[in-house]
């Protein structure tokens, strides 16, 4: 399971949202682990309507990045999965580690 949390407003991403000063690291944990705990007990994939559903609010699709790998991201697998094409538009499936952008470096 991914997650970003920005402590900075990205400057290249249109939409983004950082949190506010006011707003303590255990504050967001405490909101954020339960849920994360959550999602790591059910078992099996990801359906169809919860892959589209994670493309909907995707940030990171088709930007280009150098960690896990390098290349253009290309959203989730149905297994969660980071998916990451390189520029012979072959798919890499990416379970850990971290995202990183390009423009970001």
């Known amino acids: 399971i991914g ?3 920005n402590l900075r407003l990205p400057a290249s991403i ?6 506010r000063t006011d707003v303590s690291r255990d504050a967001v944990l405490s909101r954020v682990v339960p849920r994360v705990r ?3 007990a059910r078992p099996g994939l990801l359906t ?3 892959v589209a559903a994670w493309d909907a609010h995707d940030l990171s699709r088709g930007r280009l990045v150098h960690e896990p790998a390098s290349g253009r991201a290309d959203g989730i697998a149905a297994d969660g999965s980071l998916r990451v094409k390189d520029s012979a538009v072959v798919v890499g499936l990416y379970r850990s580690g971290s995202l990183r952008f390009v423009e970001d470096s």
């Open 48 to 50: 169809t309507d919860e």
């Open 3 to 5: 997650i970003g949390i």
């Open 14 to 19: 249109t939409g983004a949202a950082k949190l």
């Open 38 to 40: 959550d999602a790591v």
